[in-house]
């Protein structure tokens, strides 16, 4: 199967501050990307979705201002939690399809994010 | 609005045993349907998927099957080892739209 990255892995950071997490598809195009936020014991919840080259389309209650995406090649996509707080702490997990998986979406390690 | 339930939070099997683990779905019709394999800090990684028209899917040791009448998606490990122990999320999708994960199931295969 197609490989995704994800850096860091995991991050510390202070309340206010802002975080970027890069998702990173090393051996297929990935026309599209989606991140996912997951809390301890909890199931994968989407926030949005983005299309190489075009805005990112967020779910109902994710504030895109507060997220912000960016897919800025077939391989790369990128989301920036600005302004963290405690309440942001959660695992990320970004996923991509495209190319010969279309029905599949391959997913990076993941992210925790701790903001303290 | 859609539902996805995934038969229980935790289940705990001996080993050699087959598991069984299952996805039930109201106010959806998927085209399709994926499990994934989750373990502790990692992200999903994809297992089988089954279309609407197919009865069964095998792979190794994993079976699937696919009941669009019942509504319901069965996952069966047979010979269970330790090994296969992680939480087991099922995905429903249509062609064109997003996925849409269920809870999942914590299988743990006791030595």
């Known amino acids: 199967g197609a490989v995704v990255s994800q850096h860091p892995s995991w991050v510390i950071c202070k309340s206010g501050t802002s975080v970027k997490i890069e998702c990173r598809s090393l051996?297929?195009?990935?026309?599209?990307m989606f991140w996912y936020r997951q809390f301890p014991k909890q199931s994968l919840m989407l926030m949005a979705t983005s299309n190489e080259g075009s805005k990112a389309t967020y779910e109902q209650g994710v504030e895109k201002d507060k997220f912000l995406i960016n897919h800025a090649s077939l391989t790369l996509s990128t989301l920036t939690v600005t302004s963290a707080h405690p309440e942001d702490s959660s695992f990320y997990i970004c996923s991509g399809v495209g190319g010969h998986y279309l029905n599949e979406q391959f997913f990076g390690p993941g992210t925790r994010l701790t903001v303290l | 609005s859609q539902k996805i339930e995934q038969n229980s939070e935790a289940l705990n099997i001996q080993e050699g045993k087959t598991a069984t683990l299952t996805c039930n779905y109201t106010?959806?019709?998927?085209?399709?349907l994926q499990w994934y394999r989750q373990d502790p800090g990692r992200g999903p990684v994809f297992l089988l998927l089954i279309r609407e028209n197919e009865k069964e899917k095998r792979k190794e040791r994993l079976k699937v099957t696919f009941d669009t009448t019942l509504k319901q998606s069965l996952f069966h490990i047979t010979a269970s080892q330790p090994a296969d122990s992680a939480t087991y999320l099922c995905a429903l999708g249509n062609y064109g739209q997003n996925f849409v994960f269920g809870p999942g199931t914590r299988l743990s295969v006791l030595p």
């Open positions: 106010n959806y019709s998927p085209a399709y």
């Open positions: 051996d297929f195009q990935a026309t599209t």
